[in-house]
């Protein structure tokens, strides 16, 4: 057993929110402790609570990253060099990619329920639903309902899910994927 690190060694933010991801994915949020994490990393539990609260707020702070990993892909899409309508089945595509990629990541940041952290990934997943929204709408030549956009966002989110924990990653359903981005798009004319 490794020596508790001194406050002088103590883990930045960061480092801690690396590796509270590292065991959110290998145990699942249930599994996770505050003692058991500190242990972990080598450090009293107290330095966790220097920074977090609680549990539920550290997995917060881990999926705030995932939202913006996805957030920053989408923006990427979105100012590249493409045409709309091209940038538009990209997003679609990104979204799905992004899911059956990250699928651990996936499913804390839409899938979960959990009273401690319902609030916390509530926000955060309507507030990406919203950057989603703004690109498509923003893509759109013509005017397209936000029921529509909500319709696609919904239509990604059941692909992806359906295919979580099935496949190891986009690649083995990229075909399918490529269909049902198809089919969206059919939908947002």
Known sequence: MTPRKS?????????IVYRAREQFIEKGYEK????GLASKLGCSHGALYYYFKNKAELFYAVVEKDFAHLNQLLKDV???????????????????????NQQKQYEFMFMMKNDEVDSLSHEASMQSYHKFAEAVFKLKNEKVQQDAIYSAFIALHGFVSHHCGYVTDFNEVKEAAEGHVQFILKGLT
């Not at 406050?7 to 480092?15: C, D, F, M, Y």
């Not at 996770?32 to 003692?35: D, F, K, L, Q």
Request: net charge negative; proline share 3%.
């Open 32 to 35: 996770v402790t505050m003692r």
């Open 7 to 15: 406050s002088a060694e103590e883990l930045t933010k960061e480092e």
């Open 78 to 100: 979105v100012s590249g060099p493409n045409e709309n309508q091209q940038k538009l089945h990209e997003i679609l595509l990104c979204f799905i990619r992004f899911g059956l």
